[in-house]
């Protein structure tokens, strides 16, 4: 059996990484799930923002009206991290109660957010 020392190396730094993250999401206040970073009404604001960046480049190859999309956040921890994507991708959000309580803006009736 022939094992190459740089993919041992690869393979175990791979390995340290994930417990690292591990450890974190152990170590994290919101353990037991995934977080995402934002309340509703943040990311439905920042999927209409970022649909009309896109909308304003008049690019050929985008499609008329909404276009789709995915943006992946890193946070500053790990565990920490947003995923947007445009608003009519996103019928049911997920609703995290951390991230709605910090969210200082009052919510308007009739809008979601992203996932």
């Given at each position: 059996?022939?094992?190459?020392?740089?993919?041992?190396?690869?393979?175990?730094?791979?390995?340290?990484?994930?417990?690292?993250?591990?450890?974190?999401?152990?170590?994290?206040?919101?353990?037991?799930?995934?977080?995402?970073?934002?309340?509703?009404?943040?990311?439905?604001?920042?999927?209409?923002?970022?649909?009309?960046?896109?909308?304003?480049?008049?690019?050929p190859e985008l499609p008329q009206g909404e276009i789709q999309f995915y943006l992946h956040v890193a946070g500053a921890e790990p565990w920490s991290f947003a995923e947007i994507r445009n608003n009519g991708a996103v019928l049911n959000p997920d609703v995290n109660p951390h991230n709605e309580a910090q969210d200082k803006q009052p919510t308007v009736a009739g809008r979601g957010g992203g996932k």
């Open positions: 059996m022939n094992i190459h020392l740089d993919s041992l190396e690869i393979f175990l730094l791979a390995q340290d990484a994930k417990i690292v993250e591990l450890e974190a999401k152990l170590n994290s206040p919101h353990r037991g799930g995934e977080v995402t970073m934002f309340s509703v009404r943040q990311k439905r604001e920042i999927s209409a923002k970022v649909q009309r960046i896109l909308q304003d480049t008049q690019h």
